[in-house]
């Protein structure tokens, strides 16, 4: 598996995501520019409604292609981590966070809509504040973390597995 730092996805996501930027690439921005080009040669681009949604589609549509463009250039894609305990992406973890416990897995939100069969499983990045705390560390151990709202919180990690379908 590859040692980028790039978001753990499984193959499904990968795949989904690449087919959402060729999409997006192709024929749906093409699609915007004809747009462009229609309401354009409707004369006054001040009071051109379409003109304006047609760009402002445009610039979205952008920056959702550049969002996908750099996460499957960096993503680690379907091979789950070693089953040895140390949270890293792709892993399965439960933990006792302030008291309460909860189960979620270490990678990308990209690959929450491909979490099917019932199971309601929360994604957390690895980048996020509490992924960063717990990323590297073990069962067993606990680790704490200062939370946006500038609270400490306390992450005590009781199990963790390779996820799997």
Same mark, same amino acid.
């Given at each position: 598996?590859?040692?980028?730092?790039?978001?753990?996805?499984?193959?499904?996501?990968?795949?989904?995501?690449?087919?959402?930027?060729?999409?997006?690439?192709?024929?749906?921005?093409?699609?915007?520019?004809?747009? @462009?080009?229609?309401?354009?040669?409707?004369?006054?681009?001040?009071?051109?409604? &379409?003109?304006?949604?047609?760009?402002?589609?445009?610039?979205?549509?952008? &920056?959702? @292609?550049?969002?996908?463009?750099?996460?499957?250039?960096?993503?680690?894609?379907?091979?789950?981590?070693?089953?040895?305990?140390?949270?890293?992406? &792709?892993?399965?973890?439960?933990?006792?966070?302030? &008291?309460?416990?909860?189960?979620?897995?270490?990678?990308?939100?990209?690959?929450?809509?491909?979490?099917? *069969?019932?199971?309601?499983?929360?994604?957390?990045?690895?980048?996020?504040?509490?992924?960063?705390?717990?990323?590297?560390?073990?069962? *067993?151990?606990?680790?704490?973390?200062?939370?946006?709202?500038?609270?400490? @919180?306390?992450?005590?990690?009781?199990?963790?597995?390779?996820?799997?379908?």
């Amino acid at each position: 598996m590859p040692t980028h730092e790039g978001a753990w996805l499984t193959q499904e996501a990968y795949d989904r995501l690449k087919k959402e930027l060729d999409h997006l690439a192709g024929p749906y921005r093409q699609e915007i520019v004809d747009r @462009i080009e229609q309401a354009r040669s409707e004369g006054d681009l001040k009071e051109n409604g &379409g003109y304006h949604a047609a760009r402002e589609e445009q610039g979205k549509n952008e &920056g959702r @292609i550049q969002q996908l463009t750099q996460l499957l250039e960096n993503a680690q894609v379907g091979e789950a981590p070693a089953d040895d305990g140390v949270i890293e992406a &792709g892993m399965v973890v439960t933990a006792e966070i302030a &008291g309460d416990e909860m189960t979620f897995l270490m990678g990308s939100r990209e690959v929450a809509e491909d979490l099917t *069969g019932g199971e309601d499983l929360e994604v957390f990045s690895e980048r996020s504040p509490m992924g960063a705390a717990i990323n590297g560390h073990k069962v *067993g151990e606990t680790v704490s973390y200062k939370a946006p709202n500038g609270k400490d @919180i306390t992450v005590k990690i009781l199990k963790a597995k390779p996820f799997s379908r």
